[in-house]
């Protein structure tokens, strides 16, 4: 995918990130956007989706839903959500969208934010979205 130049590419492990390059001033935290493939054989990405849902309150505590509806992503059927969560006593809101290639990989791209940095940095999230394409395969 294809981000900004004014970004900052980096990496966690098997995980990239793209980071926007004004941080909030009270803790340093910059809106980022990562993306995270996952093989999932034969599952249907609905039922991975699902899965990834209810295992949202496990892994984070605190989740609200604000927005979770189907999408399209490089040409592909996908699924988006938007919640916020409390992490450390510190509220995100973040948009994960999720796409299935032909090949058993699942892909997530997630968009997260502090909720005021949240509208200001979405266009770095939906010009990666927009740019993302699948190519080759397992």
Do not use: H, W
């Amino acid at each position: 995918f294809r981000y900004s130049s004014e970004a900052k590419l980096q990496t966690a492990g098997d995980i990239t990130y793209v980071v926007s390059p004004r941080q909030d001033k009270k803790n340093g935290f910059a809106a980022n956007v990562n993306v995270a493939a996952r093989f999932v054989g034969r599952l249907s990405l609905k039922d991975v989706y699902e899965s990834g849902k209810k295992d949202l309150s496990v892994q984070l505590g605190n989740v609200t839903i604000i927005e979770d509806k189907k999408d399209k992503v490089a040409g592909l059927d996908a699924y988006r959500l938007v919640y916020t969560s409390n992490q450390n006593k510190v509220q995100f809101k973040l948009c994960q969208v999720m796409v299935k290639a032909a090949s058993g990989l699942v892909y997530v791209i997630t968009y997260t934010a502090l909720p005021d940095q949240y509208d200001r940095d979405i266009g770095m999230f939906q010009a990666a979205v927009k740019s993302f394409k699948i190519t080759g395969s397992l």
